[in-house]
């Protein structure tokens, strides 16, 4: 998938099917409207493509983050979109509804087609609507694609709901909602490395960063892509009651049972599949040690009945 950061031309030489939205959680009614544009482009010879923006971390319209870039990204390209611009909203947000059409969809898409979800807004202060996408886009001679909202439990699936699942530690729901297991991919950094000096538990430390949504605090079934293959594990967000003092920093690290090596600076993909337990705090270092090697038990166990399926 080839990815712009700035408001250009895509590679279309035929035009293109375009999804238009956010694509922060890439959920079950982002993948129905991304998949609508990459099938449509597929029957017509287009190109398949998405426009989206980015915000800074410390932007109030969408909240926190539910998925690291590269995270997002690899989810809309594994849907079949070749062309992805995502530009600052800062270059495009003054547009008129009417400019938003011709600079961003005929200008930079060449658009054929787009589509979006049935509560699509565009242009200066959120000013265009679908209905009046529809008449705009159709003065060019360009198709427009509601596609219907997805739905889980009654209820329309949105990446609020999603963000208030993880943050309840309601990590099935959430994934129900995303299609995919919630999954992150930050930075291995350093902790204190008490899970080797004290615990015999070694962790790999993947802190979020600011901007960035965290689940609820608590310990989780995860699994865990290094060398080439995934590893069952233990996750535990939260602070460290046992071993730091009041105030310390939330932290996310991850013990895994039949790894050793290096990975500091790499960034291997986690996934959460189950909440299991509340974060507490331990009479000794021997009963927090035993609850790590318990949870990635569970979690070597889970996953083991999980591929005899």
Not at 39 to 44: G, I, L
Not at 91 to 107: I, M
Not at 219 to 234: E, H, N
Not at 281 to 303: C, E, G, P, T, V
Request: neutral net charge; contains cysteine; hydrophobic residues 40%.
């Amino acid at each position: 998938m080839h990815i712009l950061t700035t408001l250009a031309p895509i590679d279309a030489p035929h035009g293109s099917a375009v999804a238009l939205g956010f694509f922060d959680g890439v959920h079950l009614g982002h993948r129905a409207v991304l998949g609508a544009a990459v099938d449509y482009a597929a029957a017509h010879g287009l190109t398949a493509a998405a426009f989206t923006f980015s915000l800074p971390a410390d932007h109030p319209l969408k909240g926190g983050r539910i998925f690291p870039d590269r995270e997002k990204h690899r989810r809309v390209a594994e849907l079949g979109i070749t062309e992805y611009q995502e530009a600052p909203f800062a270059d495009f947000c003054a547009l008129s509804p009417e400019n938003f059409v011709r600079k961003v969809l005929v200008g930079c898409f060449a658009a054929r087609a787009v589509f979006c979800g049935d509560n699509f807004t565009f242009g200066a202060k959120a000013a265009g609507n679908v209905a009046l996408l529809q008449a705009l886009c159709a003065a060019q001679g360009i198709e427009t694609h509601v596609v219907e909202m997805a739905q889980y439990q009654g209820q329309v699936v949105s990446s609020t709901r999603i963000r208030a699942a993880l943050e309840d530690c309601r990590i099935q729901d959430a994934n129900a909602m995303l299609g995919q297991p919630y999954a992150i991919d930050w930075p291995v950094g350093h902790g204190k490395h008490v899970g080797t000096s004290r615990l015999g538990t070694p962790t790999i430390n993947q802190n979020y960063p600011a901007g960035a949504l965290e689940p609820g605090c608590g310990v989780y079934l995860t699994r865990i892509w290094l060398d080439g293959r995934w590893y069952p594990s233990a996750t535990g967000i939260g602070r460290r009651p046992t071993v730091d003092a009041a105030g310390a920093p939330i932290t996310c690290e991850t013990y895994v049972p039949d790894f050793s090596g290096d990975v500091y600076g790499q960034r291997p993909r986690l996934e959460f599949h189950r909440y299991l337990c509340p974060i507490r705090k331990f009479d000794s270092m021997q009963a927090l040690s035993d609850l790590i090697r318990d949870a990635a038990r569970q979690s070597q166990a889970y996953f083991a009945a999980r591929a005899e399926q």
